[in-house]
């Protein structure tokens, strides 16, 4: 069950590697927030101990609910549909997440445990998005998918207490929205979200 | 007791400029606020005049000789910044550069910001000094793009981008470090009393990549080069008082956070090498910001270098560590603290006269504004080490502290790039403050008194500190070496 629910993660980073519209870029986060969700429910059910169900719905509330609606209100607002020019196009984009990936699993193959694993390979995808892709709104989404990798970690590593746990779960809520609210700024301000226009501050 | 009184008076502060409605009301009471705050330092101060710790809420709060240090930094910096920014955000008001609502949107930002600064500083647990550095981030993105133009909101979204990464890089090395001592009580593992306590790691390797990743991802935060490329944006583009808090306090709170792991696996066999990160990354920050001092061409830019320089100074200064060396360091943290402050906000006060940034635009100071010229003067004084403010003395003992364990390049590189950081700033403010353009005349501008009362503060804060060297003040930070060197 575990086993299956890693490798939806797997492929949906993939999937959103290589992918241009930015609606496409968020069902596949969804995908992944709710395949971590059921992760945390089913580890709390073999375990029975409370503070993954908390995990868990604090997970499937503010990634897969909240966000997402955040997100395509904002792509609405903006107008936009798709990133135009990548950085890196998207045959180099899946290659660079396949040796991602093989590099993950293939430096810890002695470890058994899976989650820090795909951890590792989401924190790989999640700054390639935030560095590869011109549009603020796709590095805010790299943000999000390298904070699904910290919560990989956090499930496999280690007991915290729950108000901790839940600290670092609202804090990463918060940094999201101040980044989307930035984008807005950032949209009035110069007409648009591409970095490309980020261009003032050289030494 | 003292942290409930700390906690409400937070809430007080952080709460008014959502309530009232009028802005003078809000400055008033984080004036008095911050001035509360300074005197309960002060008094937790006077009870651990003898060494020792205070723990409260179940060993949550842990205060020492060494979180004292940082705690008087705060509280004082506070009171000085939070006097300044009532007259700032009145005149931006007054001149319609921001609105009224946004004017209590800067105090309750700002009093949150420093609430995260003081939660850094009192708390045990390693975990959530990492919140407290992750909810400065949230704190300050808006702060550095308080002025919602094309180049602030760039460096806030750099600020953003970089630091997020950097600090969830810090979060991964925490889980893996706590990971790597594992059978042990679930409630103890994660605080700092008892991890120093308790060095029997189950896996050195591990620690080992811990620790790394935790120096480069907090390091990220405190402005060490090579990870330093957001600092000069973000504290140019701020407001100037927000500019003098991040870079006196932040940056040192950052490296705080890192010592306190540096601390606890420091004695273990097998992690002495890890001293060498600390030299490396400092002799880096010192050689990549003095060379970018010598051309630049905006004054905050050029403070803002000048951080990554002091921060350099205060890591090298630490991972000597010999005990003069890592007095000198923590005494080189306490003066930074006001003496960049003092630059920064009189680079606020210039700014806010001239509308620009840029340094050849700005003649013959001495003329134009008096009172502000001899304290940018005396500020680069104090800031470049000139003898007899307090930190000659802290880099003179960091040169001694190298040359006592025999590291003599390092002493040479050190030196060097000491000589180059006092040649750029002489360049550039003996030109600002002296410089006489031909067949030009300059005329007083009325705004030089304005704002002057914080910019003494802080001077009377540093002759103070130059006064009480020798009793009080050697005595507390020589706590604290204690508990880095032992």
């Known amino acids: ?203 | 007791m003292y942290i409930v009184v700390l906690g409400i008076l937070f809430l007080i502060m952080t709460m008014t400029p959502l309530i009232s409605k009028n802005i003078k009301i809000s400055g008033l009471v984080t004036i008095l606020g911050s001035i509360s705050v300074l005197g309960i330092v002060l008094k937790i101060i006077t009870l651990l005049y003898d060494g020792g710790a205070l723990n409260y809420f179940n060993e949550f709060f842990y205060i020492d000789s060494l979180s004292i240090l940082q705690l008087l930094i705060i509280a004082s910096i506070n009171v000085i910044v939070s006097i300044y920014s009532r007259k700032y955000i009145e005149n931006e008001i007054d001149e319609k550069v921001i609105s009224n609502r946004r004017g209590k949107f800067y105090y309750f930002l700002f009093n949150f910001f420093v609430f995260f600064l003081m939660f850094i500083a009192l708390t045990n647990n390693i975990v959530a000094m990492w919140i407290g550095l992750e909810g400065t981030t949230l704190t300050t993105a808006f702060l550095i793009g308080f002025n919602v133009n094309k180049n602030s909101l760039e460096s806030a979204w750099k600020y953003i981008i970089i630091c997020s990464i950097g600090i969830g890089i810090g979060l991964i090395g925490i889980l893996i470090f706590v990971n790597a001592y594992t059978n042990q009580d679930a409630n103890q593992i994660l605080k700092w009393s008892h991890l120093v306590k308790n060095p029997n790691i189950q896996n050195i390797y591990a620690i080992k990549i811990a620790f790394t990743l935790i120096f480069v991802g907090i390091g990220t935060k405190a402005g060490l080069a090579p990870m330093h490329t957001w600092l000069p944006d973000a504290h140019s583009e701020s407001p100037s008082p927000v500019s003098a808090m991040m870079s006196g306090v932040l940056l040192n709170l950052a490296l705080y956070v890192i010592l306190r792991f540096y601390l606890i696996i420091k004695h273990v066999p097998g992690l002495e090498n890890t001293k060498w990160l600390f030299i490396i990354f400092g002799c880096a920050s010192l050689v990549i910001s003095s060379f970018s001092i010598l051309r630049q061409t905006n004054y905050k830019r050029l403070l803002a270098f000048s951080s990554v320089e002091n921060i350099g100074i205060i890591a090298l200064g630490l991972g000597v560590g010999s005990k003069i060396a890592v007095f000198g360091a923590l005494l080189h943290s306490l003066v930074h603290a006001f003496g960049k402050s003092l630059l920064f906000l009189t680079a606020g006060n210039i700014l806010s006269a001239y509308k620009t940034k840029r340094i050849d635009k700005i003649n013959a100071l001495i003329k134009t504004m008096p009172i502000n010229a001899v304290f940018l003067i005396l500020g680069m004084l104090v800031i470049t080490g000139a003898p007899p403010f307090p930190a000659f003395f802290s880099e003179y003992y960091i040169i001694v502290g190298t040359v006592e364990t025999g590291n003599y390049i390092i002493t040479a590189l050190y030196s060097f790039c000491l000589l180059l950081v006092f040649a750029g700033f002489l360049k550039v403010f003996i030109k600002i403050v002296f410089n006489n353009e031909a067949g030009e005349k300059y005329v007083k501008i009325e705004e030089d008194k304005e704002n002057t009362l914080p910019l003494a503060l802080c001077f009377i804060s540093i002759i103070v500190m130059s006064l009480f060297m020798n009793s009080y003040l050697s005595s507390m930070i020589n706590n604290a070496v204690s508990i880095i060197c032992d």
């Not at chain 1, 089913?42 to 169900?53: A, Q």
């Not at chain 1, 868990?56 to 609910?65: C, D, P, S």
């Not at chain 1, 956090?154 to 600290?167: D, N, P």
């Open chain 1, 1 to 203: 069950m575990i086993e299956a629910l890693l490798t939806i993660i797997l492929i949906s980073s993939i999937y959103m590697s290589g992918v241009r519209r930015i609606k496409l870029l968020t069902g596949g986060f969804v995908f992944q927030s709710a395949a971590i969700g059921l992760i945390a429910f089913k580890l709390g059910y073999d375990t029975g101990e409370v503070h993954y169900y908390v995990l868990a719905l604090l997970t499937i509330i503010t990634k897969v609910i909240i966000m997402p609606l955040i997100i395509n209100k904002s792509v609405k607002k903006l107008k936009i549909n798709r990133e135009m020019e990548l950085m890196v196009n998207a045959f180099n984009s899946y290659i660079l997440t396949g040796t991602g990936i093989m590099i993950a699993f293939g430096l810890l193959n002695k470890s058994h445990n899976n989650f820090i694993k795909t951890g590792i390979a989401l924190f790989i995808i999640g700054v390639l998005l935030m560095v590869a892709r011109k549009k603020a709104i796709t590095q805010m989404l790299g943000f999000l998918i390298f904070e699904n990798g910290i919560v990989l970690f956090e499930i496999s590593l280690t007991k915290m207490s729950f108000v901790i746990e839940a600290g670092i779960v609202f804090e990463g809520l918060m940094l999201a929205l101040i980044m989307g609210i930035m984008i807005f700024h950032i949209n009035k301000t110069f007409d648009s979200i591409n970095t490309d226009s980020f261009e003032n501050l050289k030494e």
